[in-house]
Every structure is written in structure tokens, then in C-alpha cells.
Nanobody
Framework: QMQLVESGGGLVQAGDSLRLSCAIS????????MAWFRQAPGKDREFVAA???????HYADSVKGRFTISRDNAKNTVFLQMDSLKPDDTAVYYC????????????????????WGQGTQVTVSS
């Protein structure tokens, strides 16, 4: 069992930065694959970034170069640093996790992850 609690969302202007946090309990984040997804109104949930148990990171093309996913193993927390935000980044952002060391290419699909947070709203005004 894993519980994920996101924080850090808010209302910002285009070009601003935000850092989202995902606190994980009780498993150790270093043996999990973690990811961020987002969902805008009327759209499907889409992949944003993943930090796999192996240490490999992946990003959606739409955020590459602007967003950075990281983790603090000591604090059992995963972060999403979002820079140069655009109005198109407006969405509810979800933290997702999968325990264990699974080798997969499906890290970008929601069905790969077993646990989800409640989501945090990010709104970027133009």
C-alpha cells in the first residue's frame, strides 16, 4: 500500500515557475517508479514526467527542457520543478507510483501505476 499526497499547485502567470511535491508513505521512494501526469478539462490524463526506480528519467515532449522531475530519498518525496510555464500547462497534476523494480517501456501509460494522489491544480494565466 502506498499513499501519495501532492502539494504546491497554484495560480501563476505565464513564464513563472512552480514546484510540485509528492510525499510518499510508507514505501521507500528509491525502489518505486514515480511519475507525474496531468489532466485538463475535457481532455484525457496525459504523461508529464517519470523517475523510474533505475534512476532513468523521461519527459513528455511538451515539457522537455522546462520541467524537471527529481526525488529526495531521505524525505520520501518526488518533485516536479516547472519553469517557463505556459497557459497550456493548466491542469490538475497527479502524482503516480508503482512499487517494485519493474523493467518496462510503459512508464508513460496511466495503467502502469498502481497508486495515485488526489491531484493539485495548476493554473497559468496569459
Amino acid at each position: 500500500q502506498m499513499q501519495l499526497v501532492e502539494s504546491g499547485g497554484g495560480l501563476v502567470q505565464a513564464g513563472d515557475s512552480l514546484r510540485l511535491s509528492c510525499a510518499i508513505s510508507p514505501r521507500t521512494v528509491s525502489t518505486n517508479s514515480m511519475a507525474w501526469f496531468r489532466q485538463a478539462p475535457g481532455k484525457d490524463r496525459e504523461f508529464v514526467a517519470a523517475f523510474l526506480w533505475s534512476g532513468i528519467r523521461h519527459y513528455a515532449d511538451s515539457v522537455k527542457g522546462r520541467f524537471t522531475i527529481s526525488r529526495d530519498n531521505a524525505k520520501n518525496t518526488v518533485f516536479l520543478q516547472m519553469d517557463s510555464l505556459k497557459p497550456d500547462d493548466t491542469a490538475v497534476y497527479y502524482c503516480a507510483g508503482r512499487p517494485g523494480m519493474t523493467i518496462t517501456s510503459a512508464y508513460y501509460t496511466p495503467s502502469f501505476y498502481n497508486y495515485w494522489g488526489q491531484g493539485t491544480q495548476v493554473t497559468v494565466s496569459s
